[in-house]
């Protein structure tokens, strides 16, 4: 599977209700993520919410935007993640974004039974790994997800009081992430308490979009979105692209 080179990174906002999911649409949001971040970096919504914003987003098909949903933080156990990522794929979400935590000291064994596991899942969804760049990651490991079928990896912070992405790895390893995985044809998202400033620094390594919560609130990422904070990263993306 391979995914077009970016002209500009996308924006990806994640939202905590159907209503911000309408705001982040309005303010041109490319990806709408659909997240519950006061459970956790990758918070689950509920089954019913998860369905009735889906149904929302396709009756709006004449937006370009895509649909995103995280399963919710789990170990690498095989059960959990397939169970909560199967969860996700059923209530209609085109895209499930996965945490993976695979701190460069874990062994590469207990990967291979979970992808496994969503092999078959990835067949029929599109689905992202999030590593996180707050537990030192295994970045070799990304060719894994690209022999099982999935469709994206992406770096996240997993501690939101622990800095941004920036404070966990250096500008030449992000790049490093993202030409390997572009490499392998996945689509690559950058995320992890960016704020305004970061998109200068990130937007040039070409990611395929870069992730969005804290920035957009006017009082922290389990606040509300805050539209004037959504039109100033979407106008900071675009204008990266006109520049
Ligand atoms: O996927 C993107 C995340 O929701 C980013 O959240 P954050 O900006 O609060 O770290």
Same mark, same amino acid.
């Given at each position: 599977m391979s995914v077009r080179a970016p002209s500009r990174p996308g924006f990806l906002a994640s939202v905590a209700s159907v209503g911000e999911m309408d705001v982040a649409l309005a303010a041109g949001a490319d990806i709408v993520d659909l997240k519950n971040p006061a459970a956790g970096a990758l918070g689950a919504w509920e089954d019913g919410a998860l369905r009735a914003a889906v149904a929302r987003w396709r009756a709006g098909a004449a937006t370009r935007a895509d649909l995103s949903a995280t399963i919710g933080d789990h170990p690498l156990a095989t059960e959990a993640i397939c169970a909560a990522t199967a969860r996700t794929a059923e209530a209609g979400v085109p895209l499930v974004k996965i945490g993976f935590p695979l *701190? =460069?000291?874990? =062994?590469? @064994?207990?990967?291979a039974p979970v992808l496994a596991g969503l092999r078959p899942l990835a067949r029929s969804t599109r689905l992202i790994a999030v590593l996180f760049a707050?537990?030192? *990651? @295994?970045?070799?490991?990304?060719p894994l997800f690209a022999e099982a079928g999935f469709h994206g990896v992406m770096l996240d912070t997993a501690d939101k009081a622990r800095g941004r992405l920036g404070a966990h790895l250096g500008v030449e390893a992000l790049a490093g992430f993202v030409a390997s995985a572009r490499g392998l044809g996945l689509l690559t998202g950058l995320a992890g308490s960016?704020?305004?400033? @970061?998109i200068a620094i990130l937007a040039p390594l070409g990611p395929h979009y870069l992730g969005f919560r804290g920035a957009l609130c006017a009082d922290g990422r389990t606040g509300a979105l805050d539209p004037a904070r959504l039109a100033a990263v979407r106008d900071t993306l675009r204008g990266r692209a006109a520049a």
């Open positions: *701190p =460069a000291e874990a =062994a590469g @064994d207990a990967l707050d537990q030192h *990651p @295994d970045l070799s490991m990304v960016l704020r305004l400033e @970061d």
